[in-house]
């Protein structure tokens, strides 16, 4: 069993809907999380950062983290297409640096 | 302010070849970390350099190598080339060693091993 799972996709939806993105993982050490968008041929770029539980908003992306349930989830509303990219997240114990990264999930946003 | 550049932007080797990969930090970054995105794999950590010293290393065999230059640049070599080796190679900088806030990532080196 993988660290962080993530499905790969790919999800596919309309323009101006609610995007759900999910990760699970396994070790409860996991104290930082993270969430990269990843266009074509281009590095990762980071788009939110949550520390410990609970939730954040960013414009119109919201991070949530449950770790009673060892469960991430990264919300788009309005979504538009040139939100059509490869969503990663990835997790780091408290204090250190060694991310781990889900496979990535590609999201494609239909004009 | 620039980011995080990384050279040549496609590699192609030959198995058994070494290949080498730049990367250029932002300007006033000290650490440089080296991930390895397979085909399905994610990123993989391979190496994390600071102040010109490897702080730490993933799981990777000893032919995947580097070193951090005195103006923070960095350098990954992989020696011996094998197929599964194919991958993009992305290079990151951190302001602070060991920054728990998260990456600059460049765009990467494709490497293509034939």
């Known amino acids: 069993q993988k660290e962080v799972e993530q499905d790969p996709g790919p999800l596919s939806v309309p323009e101006g809907a609610i995007v759900s993105l999910n990760c699970t993982y396994s070790?409860?050490?996991?104290?930082?999380f993270m969430w990269y968008r990843q266009y074509s041929r281009k590095g990762p770029e980071l788009l939110m950062y949550?520390?410990?539980?609970g939730n954040k908003e960013d414009g119109r992306f919201t991070a949530q983290v449950d770790k009673s349930s060892k469960y991430i989830s990264l919300f788009i509303r309005d979504s538009q297409p040139s939100d059509s990219a490869t969503y990663l997240c990835?997790?780091?114990?408290?204090?250190?640096?060694?991310?781990?990264f889900g496979t990535g999930t590609r999201l494609k946003v239909l004009a | 302010e620039a980011g995080v550049t990384q050279s040549p932007t496609h590699l192609i080797k030959t198995r058994g070849q070494q290949a080498t990969l730049r990367c250029s930090p932002i300007?006033?970054?000290?650490?440089v970390y080296w991930y390895q995105q397979a085909l399905g794999l994610g990123l993989q950590f391979l190496l994390w350099?600071?102040?010109?010293?490897?702080?730490n290393r993933g799981n990777f065999p000893p032919r995947f190598s580097g070193r951090q230059f005195p103006n923070y640049s960095s350098e990954l070599n992989v020696n011996a080339l094998e197929l599964e080796d194919s991958a993009l190679y992305l290079c990151?900088?951190?302001?602070?060693?060991?920054?728990?806030?998260?990456?600059?990532f460049g765009s990467g080196t494709r490497l293509t091993v034939v």
């Open positions: 990835a997790m780091s114990p408290s204090g250190t640096y060694k991310y781990i």
């Open positions: 990151a900088s951190s302001l602070e060693a060991g920054d728990s806030y998260g990456y600059t």
């Open positions: 949550t520390y410990s539980s």
């Open positions: 070790n409860s050490a996991f104290q930082y």
């Open positions: 350099y600071d102040e010109g010293e490897e702080r």
């Open positions: 300007s006033g970054h000290t650490s």
